[in-house]
């Protein structure tokens, strides 16, 4: 089982929607957790991170975090064409040594 | 702040050859982590320094592949002798403590014939 499952996608909403992605993720004892946009042919640049249960929000993006059930979860409001991309979840887990697991990714593409 | 820089962009070689690439983490960051990505796997983590010391190697592939980190601002993987399975867009990230974000370098393109 991979320590980080993300749906490939590939998610196609239209502009102005509300584009939903989602990660779970396998060891209970992950501490902290990451969303990375990655433009094709870029490297991934942080987009959120969360560590504590329920919602945290930043512009048009919410990251929704739940221990319980293991899930992450990213939500962009008002999407853009320029939100097109590839999404990467990021999981810290401390008991292996402060390693980051990543997704493979989810693609998103904003239909104008 | 220049970000992390890694060189070269690209690189093509022939099976056989060695591959050295080279990584300037941001000034000040502890950790430096070295993650490969491709289609089929996505990023993969290779090996992450902590204060310029190895921490864990478990994800480099096989005995091919090696780090170093001599000083705080200066990181090499090498592939000795390099196959064209190794082809891939090599990341050099780093932080400043964890969990803290990753900053990701631009990656180098690696292909070798």
């Known amino acids: 089982q991979k320590e980080v499952e993300q749906n490939s996608g590939p998610l196609s909403v239209p502009e102005g929607a509300i584009a939903s992605l989602n990660c779970t993720y396998s060891d209970r004892g992950s501490q902290s957790f990451f969303w990375y946009r990655q433009y094709s042919g870029k490297s991934p640049e942080l987009i959120m991170f969360?560590?504590?249960?329920g919602d945290k929000e930043d512009g048009r993006f919410t990251a929704q975090l739940n221990k319980a059930s293991q899930y992450v979860s990213l939500l962009i409001r008002d999407s853009q064409p320029s939100d097109s991309a590839t999404y990467l979840c990021?999981?810290?887990?401390?008991?292996?040594?402060?390693?980051?697991?990543f997704g493979t990714g989810t693609s998103l593409t904003v239909i104008p | 702040d220049a970000g992390v820089i890694q060189s070269p962009r690209h690189e093509v070689t022939e099976m056989g050859q060695e591959v050295t690439l080279r990584c300037k983490p941001i000034?000040?960051?502890?950790?430096l982590f070295w993650y490969r990505q491709t289609m089929m796997r996505g990023l993969e983590l290779l090996i992450y320094?902590?204060?310029?010391?190895?921490?864990?190697d478990s994800g480099m592939p096989e005995d091919r592949f090696s780090a170093k980190m001599p000083n705080a601002s200066f990181s090499t993987l090498k592939i000795q002798p390099s196959e064209p399975r190794d082809s891939a867009v090599y990341f050099c990230?780093?932080?400043?403590?964890?969990?803290?974000?990753?900053?990701f370098g631009n990656g180098t393109r690696l292909t070798v014939t």
């Open positions: 990021a999981v810290e887990i401390s008991n292996t040594g402060n390693q980051f697991y």
């Open positions: 990230a780093s932080s400043l403590g964890l969990p803290r974000p990753l900053h």
């Open positions: 000034s000040g960051h502890d950790y």
């Open positions: 320094f902590n204060n310029n010391v190895p921490i864990d």
């Open positions: 969360i560590y504590s249960n």
